[in-house]
C-alpha cells in the first residue's frame, strides 16, 4: 500500500504527536510499505527525533511553508500540494484536530475517493473541549463533518472511544488500538541503599497534567512521612504557556524540598531519567493514553496514574490507579514511598511484561496496518 499520513507539525519539542506519528509510519515501512508523512513546516526548521529515525528508515517527509493564520496550521503550499499526494496514495491518516491540515487532508480524500482514517490523540476529551470552548465549537462545524465521513476512527482507549461517540453521535465506525512503546534491554544497575530516590514525572508542562496537584500531592505526603527527605520529586519536560514558571512559584509557596524541575529530556538524557528513577507517576486531569506511562512501564517503574488516564489494569499488580486530586495521588506516594526497594522492583517487573504483552510497537503497527488494508480492500 502507500499510505498517506498528515499531522500539522512534528517539532523536536511536539511532545506525544511528534513521537507516535512518526513511529506508526515507520512501523509500516517495515511491514513493506510506501509511507509519507505531509506536515507543515519550513525548510529548515528542526524536526523531533523520532521523525529523523523514520526519515533514516525509509518514510518519506513532506514539508509545507507555514502561512497565516500560524494557530490553525495554515499552508499555502500544503493548499496546493496536498492533492497530489492524496491522489497518489491507497489511504490517508489524519492525526489530531481543530487545524487546517486535518480539515484540508480530510476533503482531499474525501473528493479522491481514498479511504480516511481520523485519529484525534485525545483532542475529544470533554476535559480537553471545556478550554477555548467557543473556538472548538466553531471548528468543530469542519471536525465532525471530517469525523462522521471517515472510513474508520482511531481510538487508543476504550475512554477515548466514548469521548469520540459522544462527540460525533449516531454510530461511528471506530477502531481501538493503542499506542506502542519501544521495549529496549533494560539496564537497571543496582544502586546504593543510602542514596536518594526518585520520583519521576515525565510530560509536557501544561495545566492539563496536573502537576500543581502532584506538588500538592508532596506537600501532603511530607506531612505523612518522616522519611521524604530520603525522595526527590523530578519534573522534566518541554515548558508550554508559562507552566513552568507558575509551578515553581507554586513550589516555593507550599516550602517544598527536593523538587527539581529538569527542562525538557529526549532520546539518552530520557533513557536515563527512567533509568534514575523508582517510581513515575502520571498526574493528569486529562490523558487520552499516556505514552510517558507506558514507557516509564517498559522501563521497570511502578506507576502512579490518575482515574484520568485508562490504566486502570496497572491497580494492584505494578501501580496505583487513582481518582484526580492532591489527597489521592499523595495516598498512592506514601504507599509507594514505604515500600522497600525490592518490592518497588517487583511491580516494575510485572508492569515491564505487560507492556511486553500488549503495547509493544511491532504489534500495535501490525494491527494499524491490518485496519489500513481492510479498508483499502473494502474500498477496491
Not at 517487573?349 to 489500513?372: H, I, N
Request: hydrophobic letters at 50%.
Amino acid at each position: 500500500m502507500t499510505i498517506l499520513h498528515v499531522v500539522a507539525g512534528l517539532p523536536p519539542a511536539g511532545g506525544g504527536l511528534s513521537e507516535l506519528v512518526p513511529r506508526v509510519a515507520l512501523e509500516a515501512t517495515r511491514l513493506g510499505h510506501d509511507v509519507t508523512i505531509a506536515t507543515v513546516t519550513t525548510a529548515s526548521e528542526p524536526l523531533a527525533p523520532a521523525a529523523d529515525e523514520a526519515t533514516a528508515g525509509g518514510v518519506k517527509i513532506v514539508r509545507f511553508a507555514p502561512s497565516a493564520p500560524r494557530v490553525i496550521f495554515f499552508s499555502w503550499a500544503m493548499r496546493r500540494g496536498l492533492e497530489g499526494l492524496v491522489a497518489a496514495a491507497d489511504l490517508v491518516h489524519v492525526h489530531s484536530n481543530w487545524t487546517f491540515p486535518v480539515w484540508w487532508a480530510a476533503r482531499c480524500a474525501r473528493r479522491a475517493g481514498k479511504p480516511l482514517v481520523m485519529s484525534p490523540h485525545g483532542c475529544l476529551d470533554p476535559v480537553r473541549l471545556a478550554h477555548s470552548a467557543w473556538k472548538k465549537r466553531l471548528a468543530g462545524v469542519f471536525d465532525r463533518r471530517a469525523l462522521r465521513q471517515a472510513a474508520a476512527i482511531h481510538a487508543t482507549s476504550d475512554a477515548e472511544r466514548n469521548w469520540i461517540e459522544r462527540y460525533v453521535g449516531g454510530r461511528p465506525r471506530i477502531a481501538v488500538i493503542p499506542n506502542g512503546v519501544e521495549l529496549l534491554p533494560l539496564d537497571r544497575p543496582a544502586k546504593p541503599t543510602d542514596r536518594m530516590r526518585q520520583v519521576l514525572c515525565l510530560g509536557r508542562l501544561h495545566p492539563l497534567k496536573g502537576l500543581d496537584l502532584l506538588l500538592d500531592a508532596w506537600r501532603l505526603a511530607a506531612g505523612e512521612m518522616a522519611g521524604l527527605d530520603r525522595w526527590q520529586l523530578v519534573i522534566a519536560g518541554p515548558d508550554e504557556q508559562g507552566t513552568r514558571a507558575a509551578l515553581e512559584r507554586h513550589a516555593r509557596s507550599l516550602g517544598l524540598a527536593n523538587v527539581v524541575f529538569s527542562g525538557p529530556l529526549y532520546a539518552a538524557d530520557k533513557t536515563r531519567a527512567f533509568a534514575a528513577a523508582d517510581l513515575f507517576v502520571l498526574p493528569s486531569r486529562s490523558e487520552n493514553f499516556g505514552i510517558a506511562a507506558a514507557e516509564a512501564l517498559a522501563a521497570g517503574l511502578p506507576l502512579i496514574a490518575t482515574k484520568a488516564a485508562p490504566w486502570s489494569e496497572i491497580h494492584g499488580s505494578c501501580g496505583w490507579w487513582v481518582d484526580v486530586g492532591a489527597e489521592p495521588i499523595a495516598r498512592a506516594l506514601t504507599a509507594a514511598m514505604r515500600l522497600d526497594d525490592a518490592e518497588r522492583a517487583a511491580m516494575g517487573a510485572r508492569g515491564r511484561a505487560l507492556v511486553e504483552a500488549k503495547y509493544q510497537w511491532a504489534s500495535v503497527g501490525r494491527a494499524m496496518t491490518a485496519l489500513y488494508e481492510r479498508l483499502v480492500a473494502g474500498r477496491r
